[in-house]
């Protein structure tokens, strides 16, 4: 017995040695284990905290860009109704001088239908004048014709009558002609 409760001090020790060995390996394996954990989650924490501040960077320019993009769309609004307004106006001016157009045409068409009433008016009128001085001068060759042969006779008369007649005296006056 003595040998065996030796033997077993010895498996004991051996075993608690063993046991000691063992647990200091599973310790520094423990140790070693959280150490990198540690190292690694202080990265990810890193890693973490510059994603964060680039998403809050991101974040400013997603607001700064969605402000802006509500201020473009503002101005866009803005010079939508200028355009529809302009256009508005700029239909209506046109309306107005198309109506402007049309009147100045009728205008014009009824001035040359009088102008062309006017030209045979004055036409008509200068054939009756041409008429009229034609005739004018029929009558005058007439009445030259006459006054030469009452002259003639008043010779003969006067040499009858040596006092002249005081109530009629015949003096022709020259017509000319304006054509």
Request: aromatic share 6%; with cysteine; hydrophobic share 35%.
């Amino acid at each position: 017995r003595p040998d065996l409760a030796a033997a077993l001090r010895e498996l004991r020790s051996q075993y608690e040695a063993l046991a000691a060995r063992n647990l200091q390996a599973a310790e520094d394996w423990y140790r070693a284990r959280c150490a990198r954990l540690h190292e690694r989650a202080a990265r990810s924490q890193e890693a973490v905290r510059a994603s964060r501040r680039e998403a809050g960077e991101c974040r400013r320019q997603l607001q700064a860009r969605l402000a802006e993009m509500e201020s473009l769309r503002g101005a866009h609004q803005s010079l939508e109704r200028q355009l529809q307004e302009l256009e508005e106006r700029h239909s209506a001016e046109a309306a107005g001088l198309q109506d402007t157009i049309g009147q100045l045409e009728d205008d014009l068409r009824n001035t040359k239908n009088e102008m062309a009433r006017h030209l045979r008016e004055y036409q008509d009128l200068l054939n009756v004048k041409m008429a009229l001085d034609i005739e004018i001068a029929a009558y005058r060759k007439l009445l030259e014709g006459e006054e030469n042969l009452f002259s003639m006779e008043n010779v003969g008369f006067s040499a009858l009558n040596p006092l002249p007649n005081p109530t009629y005296s015949f003096q022709p006056r020259g017509f000319g002609s304006s054509t």
